[in-house]
């Protein structure tokens, strides 16, 4: 007999590498699970200096080290435009992923990891979610478009510069004067 979840995701492969989808239908504002770890203080330099992907800061001095196996959330990836958002409570040390669009079974659930992760490591690399792949193909489609303009421009002034190689033959009476070569008999 399988073995069925109650949960309403997975973890599966993703464009980026692994990431969290959704096996039922997810209604907007639903909570769909809890960002968890241990809680790093930066006071202490030990715990300041930890440094993983799955670093989820709460303010200024707690830190949520998402990085333990059991942190199912640390597979949500980045999106520029999300179905997700995190709703951070720093009084509480908790972090909670919740729908912010109707998200359907199959679909990958993602957030916006905010400007200074993406700063540091997304855009080095790219971004590879889902709106700039898309905003990167229309672009490349539209830079092709232009050079094809381009290329045929240059093409037609080239045919209306270059002279004509077939030289015209003189008629008489309907008799094309001269020999095949275009040279007049004398």
């Not at 007999?1 to 993703?14: A, C, E, F, L, W």
């Not at 999106?79 to 679909?107: L, T, W």
């Not at 037609?156 to 015209?168: N, S, V």
Request: with cysteine.
């Amino acid at each position: 007999m399988p073995i069925t979840s109650n949960k309403p995701y997975r973890v599966g492969r993703s464009k980026t590498g692994l990431g969290l989808f959704a096996t039922k239908p997810i209604k907007k504002g639903t909570r769909i699970i809890r960002y968890f770890g241990p809680i790093l203080d930066s006071r202490i330099p030990e715990q300041d200096e930890i440094e993983n992907k799955y670093l989820f800061e709460l303010n200024g001095r707690w830190t949520i080290d998402g990085s333990v196996r059991k942190n199912l959330a640390r597979y949500i990836n980045h999106s520029c435009r999300p179905n997700a958002e995190s709703d951070v409570r720093p009084r509480e040390r908790k972090v909670y992923i919740r729908a912010i669009k109707n998200i359907e079974p199959g679909d990958e659930i993602n957030y916006d990891y905010g400007t200074d992760y993406f700063k540091a490591y997304l855009k080095p690399i790219g971004c590879k979610c889902d709106s700039c792949e898309k905003k990167r193909k229309k672009l490349r489609a539209e830079a092709r478009a232009e050079r094809a303009k381009v290329k045929a421009r240059t093409e037609r002034k080239a045919t209306k510069k270059a002279p004509t190689k077939t030289a015209k033959k003189k008629k008489l009476n309907g008799h094309a004067i001269g020999k095949p070569n275009g040279r007049a008999r004398g």
